[in-house]
């Protein structure tokens, strides 16, 4: 039943939307049941309701309900975003200013004009990313500066180099940041006032009832000290936010006056965000903060470790070569004390990467909150695209699974789609979920959607989705697949032994010109195949590879793709490019106020036929160096065989019937990728290594192996 300590209208109302947006009843009844449940508690005054766009929302949202197969009550627009109050707060945090003092995050929050008495909850969106940022700290080497696997003479010098590094040129001196943001005093206020980064947020939640907010990180924008990604003093000022709205932390307003949410706040928060804003919300929702009662994490980083490392791999995210956290404090260091913070950033944050080495550490340690989930914390909806480059699929797959151990109610999204925001392709179902999970977990309106399927999957044509109740689906099977001499890969685990070698060129290129399109081996990379499938295989988890290699050179590294051989008509995205096409209803969400748009730039489908006849499903690192686990570096000499067992990026993948599963080993992984500007077409290097001498790399088979997570079709792997 519907909890009554809150105040929100619920509705359950029968209607569509006709094609021009306008409402139409329809004769679909309404279970008594929902009937019997509804409350209209009177957050805004009656007039409200009235306000043609206000009404029109309403109208929308009693559609999309109609619509659902089993209708549940919901909160119904009834406040006009137009008479939406607007306020800023700058609350006071256990963190320290470079002076010492305590610093302050500002938080600057929209809410609806409630009627005397009405208290409601909170939505905040936490960004580092609301000041003008700009890149100000150099790039790291992204080459291999000494032989990392020598001879052994090279060795103990080798050692004594990695563990007494000589100092680097880092400076972060920062200039005066150019005012290009929605912080600047000269943007229109209605700019500053579009909450979050979501521009549907505020017209859609306030009209609902809710309050929305969005948070400078500490650092950065408005918000006091220094930036220290994942830290807990970044923690420490989200969870400020979240005991401002309880009445626990001080909170000042732009005079200086102290300034309280006591009148309207009932306390229950919600943190949402995607990317570095994800981040901040995870870090929200493991400090134990009372009343932040769930998040939104969508592409967030859960453990910074794994952001730029994989298996003791300093791995590039998003192609963004000789990029560290370090890099990444700066680039957002917009706030009020940065050209005080640079020695704390050097200090704090560049000594103790560990680079040399990749070893996960002690400063690793406090920024992994996937090791840091309990079964009290807030609930969790996760949202991943499965081709994310930017925050691998990893990082939501793992926390995934560390929320499951524990016990936390969660919702999962496994999307197709690379660094995205789910409205861009899901552009309907996203703020309708959104507003039945905040109705649930914010306004104790006992709406069912916990008792729905927990997973929601993409397919590969892009327009299917299907549910399960686990990720990967019960039932999936490991399927180990052993390399063989003659290029094949097969379930014998009984073939005879051999050694294959390959050369890394140390020459960054592009992927196409690294492999053999047709499945083959060739000087450049070691390649084995299933014979063509009898059938489908869908493979859903975290695949990984064990392979006793040598390395000759100055690499340590072992790159593993995992590909689909044969042509195929692929799906992929395109971006709207023409504000007209944003018109219709299904592009907008909420109530349509001049100067704030409640349109969302969702993405168009095309297809395209792949001509490389071959696509990459996915790919893992390791360096060989890491063989005991990425806390510890061993020293691995020249032609020393050496065994590798480690894991790729999760997929979400079915191979067609027909085509062909591969492993291609490689040594380092540069793909160059195309990134399209004005002036042209430039590249980037990807993911690890940097041009230098070459590499061998030398693999054992008969021994080596992939293992794959297969749901479907594990007989097709039996030939």
């Not at 909160?75 to 137009?82: E, K, N, V, Y």
């Not at 099977?477 to 050694?499: I, N, V």
Request: charged share 20%; with cysteine; net charge negative.
């Amino acid at each position: 039943m519907r909890h009554l300590h809150e105040r929100l209208v619920v509705i359950a109302i029968a209607g569509a939307l006709t094609a021009s947006g306008t409402a139409t009843v329809s004769a679909a009844p309404v279970p008594a049941a929902i009937l019997a449940q509804n409350v209209d508690s009177g957050t805004c005054d009656e007039s409200q309701a009235q306000v043609p766009s206000v009404a029109d929302f309403r109208a929308q949202v009693k559609a999309a309900q109609a619509r659902d197969t089993n209708p549940q009550p919901e909160t119904l627009p009834q406040c006009d975003l137009s008479q939406a109050i607007t306020e800023t707060v700058n609350i006071e945090t256990p963190a320290k200013r470079p002076d010492g003092t305590p610093a302050r995050v500002q938080l600057r929050l929209k809410r609806p004009k409630t009627l005397p008495g009405v208290k409601i909850p909170t939505i905040i969106e936490p960004s580092p990313y609301n000041g003008a940022t700009q890149d100000t700290l150099g790039r790291h080497a992204n080459s291999f500066a000494v032989d990392a696997t020598p001879p052994l003479g090279q060795a103990i010098h080798q050692w004594i180099a990695d563990t007494f590094p000589a100092a680097g040129a880092v400076d972060p001196n920062q200039e005066d940041l150019p005012v290009t943001n929605k912080l600047d005093p000269a943007v229109a206020a209605a700019v500053k006032w579009d909450m979050t980064y979501e521009p549907f947020s505020d017209n859609y939640f306030v009209p609902l009832g809710y309050a929305v907010a969005d948070l400078d990180a500490l650092g950065t924008g408005k918000s006091e000290g220094c930036v220290d990604p994942g830290s807990p003093s970044e923690q420490a000022g989200v969870k400020a936010a979240v005991d401002w709205l309880n009445g626990r932390a001080t909170g000042y307003d732009e005079n200086g006056d102290k300034l309280t949410a006591d009148d309207w706040s009932n306390g229950r928060t919600a943190l949402k965000g995607k990317s570095y804003d994800g981040a901040l919300a995870v870090e929200g929702a493991a400090s134990g903060v009372e009343g932040l009662k769930t998040i939104v994490d969508v592409a967030g980083i859960s453990d910074w470790y794994g952001y730029t490392r994989s298996n003791g791999v300093v791995v590039n995210p998003d192609g963004s070569g000789g990029y560290d956290l370090d890099n990444l404090a700066t680039y957002v260091s917009t706030g009020p004390d940065r050209h005080n913070c640079n020695d704390r950033i050097k200090a704090d944050i560049t000594a103790n990467l560990d680079r040399n080495t990749g070893n996960r550490n002690a400063f690793w340690d406090t920024r992994n909150y996937t090791g840091k989930v309990t079964a009290d914390q807030p609930s969790v909806f996760l949202i991943q695209g499965m081709q994310d480059s930017t925050v691998r699929p990893s990082q939501a797959t793992e926390y995934w699974q560390a929320l499951q151990k524990a016990g936390v109610p969660s919702k999962l999204w496994v999307t197709q789609g690379q660094h995205f925001r789910p409205y861009s392709q899901r552009p309907n179902e996203y703020p309708r979920q959104m507003h039945r999970w905040f109705d649930y977990w914010l306004g104790g309106i006992d709406n069912g959607i916990m008792n729905e399927p927990k997973v929601d999957v993409q397919q590969g044509n892009l327009t299917t989705w299907t549910t399960q109740d686990s990720w990967p689906a019960a039932g999936a099977t490991a399927e180990k697949l052993t390399f063989a001499a003659d290029g094949s890969l097969r379930k014998d685990p009984k073939l005879p032994f051999a050694r294959q070698s390959m050369t890394d060129d140390g020459v960054r290129k592009p992927l196409d010109t690294i492999i053999d399109h047709s499945g083959g081996s060739n000087a450049q990379s070691l390649a084995y195949l299933t014979p063509a499938l009898g059938e489908d295989v869908t493979l859903q988890g975290t695949p990984s590879f064990t392979v006793n290699a040598t390395l000759d050179g100055p690499s340590p590294y072992l790159t593993a793709l995992l590909v689909d051989y044969g042509p195929a008509e692929s799906n992929t995205w395109r971006t709207k490019t023409s504000m007209s096409s944003y018109s219709t209803l299904n592009d907008c969400f909420g109530q349509v106020v001049d100067g704030n748009s409640p349109c969302a730039h969702p993405y168009a489908i095309y297809k395209q036929t792949n001509p490389a006849d071959y696509t990459v499903i996915t790919r893992g690192w390791a360096d060989i160096r890491h063989w005991m686990g990425d806390r510890q570096q061993a020293i691995v000499l020249d032609r020393q065989p050496t065994t590798m067992t480690w894991k790729a990026e999760p997929a979400n993948y079915t191979v067609p019937k027909g085509h062909r599963i591969g492993v291609v080993l490689m040594s380092t992984d540069e793909e160059q990728v195309a990134i399209y500007t004005g002036s042209g077409i430039t590249y980037t290097p990807h993911y690890t290594g940097a041009d230098n001498d070459p590499t061998t790399l030398t693999a054992l088979t008969g021994f080596s192996s992939v293992t794959l997570p297969v749901t479907t079709g594990s007989e097709a792997l039996k030939g």
